[in-house]
């Protein structure tokens, strides 16, 4: 897996108001047309069509609401997101000059939007520029830029198989290859998707549901009432209303009863953390062994669990906190539950129990390991800020040990022959890699930007960044890792969407009859009007100038 930056939204768009800023742009008079002098142009040159369609491409901002306008919840549209694709495949390999393996992240080939990198040990992978694409636009350009990089590549499989230094070819070969990289064809080509996204903790429930239908392997469970269950536990007081008199609603003689208190339901925010944490616990109870820690979850949080936390709302934090062991009670019970075994977990077993086959040494001197860290220690951790599923989050908690080699190793265990001992000789290297990728990006999160359809405003939600990675979609071309890749895209705005719509809206009668409604006119329809009225002012100016000749 590459290294995948925070995200920032609008950074290429930035860039280049940066660039125009600093060549002076900006600084002359404005040219005589002002800012639809290009396209009064371009329609002399081309015509009405050709100018429709730059229109239609032109990212206008919808205008803000007036001042004083009320907020009111509307339509939630995804304007905004960023979402990144790494295409690896084990087959086909890159060396340096000498035959040398290259460093993980080096590029090979640069194209726009994306490069094709090298890969652990020796592997290639087609990885998307930081932040990731914003919009749908540069996403299917970079789609179509890294099919073409694909079957260049493919054009030089036949070299598969051949002897000695035959069966490579310099990058440079290629379209914007670097000089001193070979690549090596291997006999297939299989690529291998993952997506990195950042979605709104609101939006995860809606993300993962759309996910099970797009080819991605998502466990979670299906447990009772996980939200009843929450809100009779954090008891949270509902926004003061009302109380309807207790003798109507309930028959009782005496007026003077007071009502019983009502508590609010958890907040969608806190729904969306709960099924993150039901993704990790359940998972961790099903699957048995996996070549690497990150293997073990079809979507892996790269934010880690601990600012997730620290996403959620003041109230709910201080709840949860007052009612910790509780609180790890109702997950672990509600999702550390082995399938297989039909057995349910409990707080004290190992919140990760896979064998992770490939955790220390190299070569023939690979050996398992373990990882003892149990659920309600990793349920209480990030609480307290601590994501002891991250190396990082391990290494920063000062009750495991005085040193980063005592911290990463506390309860970690190597198997040697047919015994698991404590991996206090293991390298402190194996150990901070053993945790890789997992929640890697520490605190950093994306926001995510929709459209209020209410307020014709833009919302900017944080949102946590993922990386989905158990994706079936291994075939080249559009119908193998490209549909899986639009699903995934499809998914992420789903979930924006989900995170922007309120969770109940009531709109109250109006007093008086409304006024009829006036039409308004589409996006497109109000294009095609400018073009005609410019195209009439066009012809009028033509027979002027023809007169006065």
């Known amino acids: 897996m590459a290294s995948y930056p925070a995200h920032r939204p609008g950074a290429r768009r930035a860039e280049q108001a940066r660039g125009a800023r600093s060549s002076g742009a900006g600084k002359a008079a404005?040219?005589?047309?002002?800012?639809?002098?290009?396209?009064?142009?371009l329609q002399r040159r081309a015509g009405n069509a050709a100018l429709t369609r730059m229109l239609e491409e032109r990212e206008e901002p919808a205008p803000a609401a007036p001042d004083g306008a009320p907020d009111v919840p509307g339509t939630a549209v995804p304007v905004q997101r960023n979402v990144g694709l790494e295409i690896e495949d084990s087959n086909w390999h890159t060396v340096g000059e000498n035959g040398?393996?290259?460093?993980?992240?080096?590029?090979?080939?640069?194209?726009?939007?994306?490069?094709?990198?090298?890969?652990?040990?020796?592997?290639?992978?087609?990885v998307t520029d930081p932040p990731g694409m914003a919009n749908r636009g540069d996403y299917s350009r970079m789609k179509t830029s890294m099919l073409r990089l694909e079957g260049e590549l493919l054009s030089q499989q036949y070299r598969a198989g051949m002897a000695g230094r035959a069966a490579r070819f310099r990058a440079n070969r290629l379209e914007g290859g670097v000089s001193d990289a070979y690549?090596?064809?291997?006999?297939?080509?299989?690529?291998?998707?993952?997506?990195?996204?950042?979605v709104p903790l609101a939006g995860i429930p809606t993300f993962f549901q759309q996910l099970k239908g797009e080819s991605v392997n998502v466990q979670t469970r299906k447990a009772e009432d996980v939200e009843g269950r929450?809100?009779?536990?954090l008891r949270l007081p509902a926004p003061a209303t009302a109380p309807a008199p207790v003798a109507a609603t309930t028959g009782a003689s005496g007026g003077g009863d007071a009502p019983r208190p009502e508590y609010r339901a958890p907040s969608r925010e806190l729904l969306g953390f709960t099924e993150l944490l039901n993704h990790y616990l359940y998972e961790g109870a099903n699957r048995q062994r996996a070549?690497?820690?990150?293997?073990?979850?079809?979507?892996?949080?790269r934010t880690d669990f601990a600012a997730s936390f620290r996403l959620l709302d003041a109230e709910e934090r201080?709840?949860?906190?007052?009612?910790?062991?509780?609180?790890?009670?109702?997950?672990?019970?509600?999702?550390?539950?082995?399938?297989?075994?039909?057995?349910?977990?409990?707080?004290a077993d190992r919140v990760l129990g896979a064998r992770i086959e490939n955790a220390f040494g190299a070569g023939d001197d690979v050996r398992a390991g373990r990882v003892n860290t149990s659920r309600e220690d990793w349920l209480r951790g990030m609480v307290h800020g601590?994501?002891?599923?991250?190396?990082?989050?391990?290494?920063?908690?000062?009750s495991r040990g005085h040193t980063e080699h005592d911290q990463l190793g506390w309860d970690v265990e190597v198997q040697n022959g047919s015994r698991w001992e404590p991996a206090v000789n293991e390298s402190l290297e194996d150990l901070r890699q053993l945790m890789q990728g997992l929640g890697g990006l520490g605190g950093r999160t994306d926001r995510a930007t929709y459209r209020d359809g209410g307020s014709n405003r833009d919302r900017v939600v944080p949102a946590v960044i993922v990386e989905v990675r158990q994706t079936t979609g291994v075939m080249p071309g559009a119908g193998g890792w490209v549909a899986t890749a639009d699903g995934?895209?499809?998914?992420?705005?789903?979930?924006?969407?989900?995170?922007?719509?309120?969770?109940?809206?009531?709109?109250?009668?109006?007093?008086?009859?409304?006024?009829?409604?006036?039409?308004?006119?589409?996006?497109?329809?109000?294009?095609?009007?400018?073009?005609?009225?410019?195209?009439?002012?066009?012809?009028?100016?033509?027979?002027?100038?023809a007169l006065r000749r």
């Open 230 to 233: 929450l809100k009779d536990l």
């Open 183 to 198: 690549l090596e064809p291997g006999p297939r080509w299989v690529p291998h998707l993952q997506v990195t996204a950042g």
């Open 386 to 398: 601590h994501d002891l599923l991250s190396t990082d989050g391990r290494g920063s908690d000062p």
């Open 30 to 41: 404005p040219a005589a047309g002002g800012k639809w002098a290009p396209a009064m142009a």
């Open 100 to 126: 040398e393996l290259l460093p993980k992240g080096r590029p090979v080939v640069h194209r726009n939007y994306f490069q094709l990198q090298a890969e652990d040990p020796n592997h290639v992978e087609m």
């Open 318 to 347: 201080a709840a949860i906190a007052a009612n910790l062991t509780e609180w790890v009670g109702l997950m672990v019970s509600s999702f550390a539950y082995n399938a297989a075994a039909g057995a349910q977990g409990a707080p």
């Open 488 to 545: 995934v895209y499809g998914a992420v705005e789903a979930a924006i969407t989900a995170a922007g719509a309120p969770a109940e809206v009531v709109v109250p009668e109006p007093d008086v009859e409304p006024a009829p409604a006036v039409r308004q006119d589409t996006r497109s329809e109000a294009i095609k009007r400018r073009v005609r009225n410019n195209a009439s002012d066009l012809v009028l100016k033509a027979r002027k100038l």
């Open 291 to 301: 070549q690497f820690a990150k293997a073990v979850y079809a979507v892996m949080a």
